[in-house]
């Protein structure tokens, strides 16, 4: 459980496999969405796209419950957009279990446009 400061609602996006040309891929457009309460997020810096200039790269890092149900190829929407979850989650138990959390790296490419 975190602190009272963890009160961030996200919605989790999570797509079924389907076959593509002899290929299981994610199906997006069929994914279901579930909301996942307690979270906190802190934001990360910009980094631009600078051989093109053509994108920015958005970084955040969200904490939330230890149990929450959230893979590493779930995507996170938040109000600017659809984020990538980046690696596995990663949970953490404190040894009194009163601040144990889960950690995701959230990352997505805009437009500079």
């Not at 496999?17 to 579930?34: F, N, P, Y």
Request: no cysteine; proline share 6%.
């Amino acid at each position: 459980m975190l602190v009272s400061f963890a009160t961030e609602t996200l919605t989790r996006l999570r797509a079924p496999l389907v076959l593509d040309h002899g290929s299981m891929v994610q199906d997006w457009e069929a994914a279901e969405g579930a909301e996942l309460t307690g979270w906190t997020l802190q934001p990360g810096a910009p980094v631009e796209d600078l051989q093109n200039r053509e994108a920015i790269r958005v970084d955040w890092t969200a904490y939330g419950p230890y149990n929450a149900d959230v893979v590493a190829t779930d995507r996170i929407r938040l109000p600017s957009g659809d984020y990538s979850v980046i690696g596995e989650p990663e949970r953490w138990k404190s040894p009194t279990g009163r601040i144990s959390s889960t950690k995701l790296l959230l990352q997505r490419w805009s437009d500079r446009g």
